[in-house]
Each structure stands twice: as C-alpha cells, then as structure tokens.
C-alpha cells in the first residue's frame, strides 16, 4: 500500500472556488447550496485546482491501476481485516485521541436502549414503538442489512417508510420542485414491527417473490425475484388510502464522513437534469431542508439522498429507529402520531437533566464514529481480469452514473477527511431507475423513480462483512449479476448492454466490482 503521505497528494476541483455548472432549466437557485456549512472549508488555490484537475482527467489506459487507486479512502483507507470487522476500524486518519473518540462512539451505537422509566438514566427511552433497540442492530458489523430469508427470521434488518401526498401547505417555498409529502396520519413516517410491554406493534413486513427469468447472451439464463410487499397484521387500523410504502434495508456505513467532505459544488458540478450532453443519463441533486442549520441543503446520505448531513441522518435514525429523542428530534415518542395517544402518554426518558433522551454530546460521539468508519483497501487492482472489467465499466457507460472519484475539501479541524482523493464510485445524485426498481414515494425533490447512486467501495466485501450478497435498496438482488439486471430508466442501455455481452467479458465486469 503506497504511504500516507503520497496518498495526501491531490484533491479535486472541476471548477473554480464559487462556480458551478449550471443548467438555466433548473427552477432551483443553485448558489443557495453549494456551500457547505457543515464544514469548516479551507478554500483551493488557483494552483491546487489546476494540479487536480489535471489529475482527475478522463481515463483510458486500462493496461494498469491508475496512480493509488488501491486507497479507496485516500489517506483514510484501512486494511481488509479479512473477517466480519472489515468496516468496523477507524479511518487511518485518525489519531490517538480520535481512535478514543471512535471507541466512545461504537459504544453509543452499540448500546442497547431500554424503557422508561429505569435506573440506567443514560440509556432509557426506548421506544415506545421501534424497528431496534441499536444501531447496531441494524447496521450489523457496520454492513448492508438484508430482507427475512423466512417468516421466522428476526435478524432482519428492513422497514418500511410511508407518506401521503401533501398540499400545497405542506411545500417549502425555498425549494422549488419540492414533492410534497406528509407522514401517513394513523402510522407517521416509518413503520414499527415492535413495541414495549402495553404497545401494540405497528405491522408485519410480509413479503412474497416471484421468479423472473432473463436470457442473457450465450445460452445462458438469469433469474430476478420480483418482490410484492405487504403490510400484514396492522396494530392501528387500516392505512390511509393513498398511502405509500417504500421498503429499505440498512445500508453500508463506511466512508460516510468522506462523502460528506466532497464539495457540494463538485457534486452538482455533475448535474445534467435536461441531458443536455444526450448521454441518456439525467442525474439531479436532491435538495433537502436542515433542521440544523435551518436552510435548503444538498442531500447526501439515505438511499434518496434525504438527509443533508451525518449527524441529521443519525438524529433522524434514533427517532424513526430506536424512538430515542435528541434535539433535532424533540418528541419523546419517536415517530408516533396523535392516532397513536397510548404510545404518546406512555413513559419516556426526557425527564432527566439531559432533557432529550440522547445528548448533544452522545449524538456527536455517535457522528464522530459514523464519519470516521474506514474503508478497506481494493484488492487485486492489477489482476488482468479486473483490469478487463474495469475497461468494460466505463466502455459501457457504468461511470457516468457510478463516477470513480472525487477529492475532498480541505477542511480546517477535521484532519480525518481534509484533503484526500477518494474512490466512491458514486455521482451522489438521483437517477431514474425504472419502473421495476420504482417505490412510487417521493422525498423531498426525488420522484418516486429515482434513488441516489449509492457508493460502490466495499461492495465486494459483503458477503465477507455481513454474511449474504443481498443488493438494491430492498436487498432482492441475490447477486451483483441480478442488482445489474434490475437496472432500467437512465439506466436500461447499460443493462442491455451487460445482458449482450459475451460470457467472460460479462465474468470479468462482475470481476471488476468484486474488487471494489
């Protein structure tokens, strides 16, 4: 692994200090966010801009690894444990402090939460409704959850988000092309599948497959199970009658802080909503509003891009999730409507000096290791066979959608991200996706067809980390071959291309991915 310091070589700028790439059919004033106040940016030089740039150029040689391609993390990047702790170590950034920092954090996320009232002041609060009693219940070993393998199954970790179309009243005015939504009036925003003792559970997520086969060049055969998902056994009545489901699984949870520390300007740079360069491909930034800093923001994290920063989506986790209060998130009840008055008037753990039933001080441990979760170096960059796949991603045009890299700000008191050229492989914009891949429920700016690129980094470690190869965002892909031929929207000329492709060339894309 070449060293630290050759990894802190370069960041990347396509555009200069306050520029971006703008496309005049857009309603929404991009200047409005591509700032970033959640970090302290320490602003690029002339200089460092045209040095990035020049390194960032479009690659063709696929003779080679490119220049460190092997630190997916930049300076950050871990080692691969080779076991199911892979994601859990702390960016090789952080220092001695920090690696105490880190380990207060993991025991925050770890920590499971009880009920109120109890002793244990410092973890009470649990629910009343809620999906888990940790994060870490969910994000196991700080991998991708997965739907039941069977009506028995409790290691699940999947839920159900739901809305009703809103109003006009229910818009925000400093967003323009905002989808209003309202939580759903009798269940909120996200489905419970568990209660205290006296609560009734929310639902049972049932969820039944049909098999559908693919024929794919040279004889051979695929086959995708189409899920059909069913809000069974429902504690509160039934839903409302336009209410939409949208199913997740937990997703990975590497490299957050560095996805965080791109420039939002970098990321609409990459914008092209009309497609107007005529690649097929339109991908938007979902702009969302902070609670924290009480303005329009570019969304980063979730599998829309709904939450604008690591420490909202944490806060807004510890609501729906765990039903844990925090200042973002005031409601002692977590996500129970007025419909749901036992849950409201129930015991909850806000009574103490805290105030919230978790602090500003826990909820920025939790953050801090949520930001600083490392990502494990790719293996076999220089394998000819990977070298071939890598070829056929961008031949294909799998890049324009999963872009390879990005650099981060360089960033004033956060040495653990300032500064690195990274690997993502992700555009963190929305894109159409299909009909097949579609949830029909909107959020903020994105429609219910379209999901944000997720990261590809640590992809190939799934099955080592988390114990299945479960993909997509409802984990129905069995496979990286299936998650590729659920593709469809901007994305259906690359599934057809990957579905013509001759046997070994289509190994060897899988091959590609595989060392990611």
Known sequence: MPSLRHALLILFAVLPAGSVAQNTAEPFPWAK???DPHLSVVPRSASEAARIAKVLTTHDDFTAPQPFEELSGGAATVRN????????QPSKTVDFEGELTFKLGNGLFRKLWVSSPSSTLASDGLGPLFNARSCQRCHLKDGRGHPPESAEDSSVSMFLRVSVPGGPEDGIDEIEGYLATRPEPTYGG???????PGQRAEYRLDIQYDEVEVALAGGETASLRRPTYVAAELGYGPLHPDAMLSPRVAPQMIGLGLLEAIPAADILAGADPEDRDGDGISGRPNIVWSREFDRPMLGRFGLKAGMPTIREQSAAAFSGDVGISSTLYPDAWGDCTEAQADCRSAPHGDGD?????IDDEALDLVTFYSRNLGVPARRDVADPEVL???RLFHELGCASCHRPSFVTHRLDGQPEQSF???WPYTDMLLHDMGEGLADHRPEARATGREWRTPPLWGIGLTEQVSGHSYFL???RARSLLEAVLWHGGEAEAQRDAVIALPQDERAALIRFLESL
């Open 33 to 35: 966010v591509q700032d």
């Open 353 to 357: 000096i805290r105030g919230v039933e």
């Open 420 to 422: 690195q050229l990274i």
């Open 388 to 390: 071939a796949g890598k």
């Open 473 to 475: 965002h409802d984990g």
């Open 81 to 88: 444990t080779g076991d199911a702790n892979a994601f859990s």
């Open 190 to 196: 996200q489905m419970q599948d568990f209660g205290l």
